[in-house]
């Protein structure tokens, strides 16, 4: 108590603020330290990239195709160690469709596997 009989009041520390959830991340057991990995292949972690509906279709190899559901619309992303980025089209079709430069993306190191029905230029 105080001197003028009230009770002290509680101090606190700092405030705690929790880490936003990132799709497809889990903890290490590092006893060293605690690192949360992302598997850049989870359909969370992949569609949390082009968050506007658009659905992973394959994965692998840091690449990644994506459609865009009850449309025509396709889409290549790249994996940079820490998230997913749109892979520039090479152009676009006489009625707008992405295309891609296959030979220039296989010499990237993506995987034939990536091009699917993707309409390359």
Known sequence: MSATGAAPAPTRGPAVV?????????????????????????PGTVAAASPDGWTPLYCGGGWAR?????????????WDGTGWHDVEPAGET????RCYDRAGLVTEGAPE???GNITVC
């Open 113 to 115: 596997e990536l091009f």
């Open 94 to 97: 006489m009625t707008g469709f």
């Open 18 to 42: 929790p880490e936003p959830e990132i799709p497809g991340a889990h903890a290490t057991e590092d006893a060293t330290e605690d690192v949360t990995q992302v598997d850049p292949c989870d």
């Open 66 to 78: 994506v459609a865009l559901p009850q449309s025509d619309g396709m889409k290549l992303l790249r």
